[in-house]
């Protein structure tokens, strides 16, 4: 499945060819596992703490920065992607925007190094994270629908080789 996932780099500095592709990888793994069967198009910004916290403010009026955030075009039902789907696809692109991610690229290196993983772990569970948002799972409670998130972002990344260190 050709899916259009486009990445922008906030600082320059940090623009990495390998992170653009593991980025790439995470995503197309997690659309696929989830049985996503049109393609999808995407937005990723990496950027840093005091980034993703101006965009933490303007979004959701939470004066922090955060490790991911993920801006859902529509809402689905976790697990469950729609049969007629096709009705959301852009006629002009041919794709269906799921829509937009940010990930401060601080804050994995802060966590990856303090929860003992690699970056490559760090910025790939936050993908595939992210990725499951966009695909209407939520963890806002600690029940049930908590454990069914983090329950397919570890099969997913597994599947990819991510795994804890």
């Known amino acids: 499945m050709k899916h259009r996932i486009l990445v922008r780099y906030a600082n320059k500095r940090d623009k990495n060819p390998a992170l653009t592709i593991h980025l790439y990888r995470c995503i197309s793994a997690a659309l696929n596992a989830e049985g996503i069967s049109v393609p999808c198009e995407i937005n990723v910004l990496v950027t840093d703490d005091e980034g993703i916290h101006v965009i933490n403010k303007a979004t ?11 801006f859902p075009m529509f809402q689905f039902e976790p697990g469950n992607f729609p049969d007629d789907v096709h009705a959301l696809i852009d006629p002009q692109t041919g794709l269906l925007p799921l829509g937009d991610m940010a990930i401060s690229l601080e804050r994995a290196k802060d ?7 690699t970056l490559k772990r760090e910025v790939g569970y936050l993908t595939i994270h992210s990725v499951l948002h966009l695909l209407g799972y939520d963890h806002m409670d600690e029940g049930e629908m908590k454990r069914q998130m983090r329950t397919r ?6 599947e ?3 795994t804890r260190a």
């Open 60 to 70: 959701r009026e939470v004066d922090s920065a955060t490790d991911v955030l993920s």
């Open 111 to 117: 966590q990856a190094k303090r929860f003992g993983n």
């Open 153 to 158: 972002e570890e099969i997913i990344a597994a």
């Open 160 to 162: 990819i080789g991510i």
